[in-house]
């Protein structure tokens, strides 16, 4: 599992944005931002999948299911 902190720096190590990694990945910039912030907790719906793809929890991702984003 990676911190929030090691996430942000990997992105800068790649000269990546938060909205460019969420285009990559079809995700919210904003959830992914509050994710990486530490204000969203990543339990649900797309906040859980952006934890999960940054490497922040371990978990698994299930399409087609609606859920919160908190």
């Given at each position: ?18 909205a ?35 490497g ?14 908190a």
């Amino acid at each position: 599992m990676k911190t929030r902190e090691a996430v942000r720096a990997e992105l800068n190590r790649c000269g990546k944005s938060i909205a460019d990694w969420s285009r990559e990945n079809a995700c919210n910039a904003d959830i992914v931002r509050g994710v990486l912030l530490g204000r969203i907790k990543g339990m649900r719906g797309e906040a859980h999948k952006i934890a999960v793809l940054l490497g922040l929890k371990d978990g698994e991702i299930v399409e087609g299911e609606d859920h919160d984003n908190a």
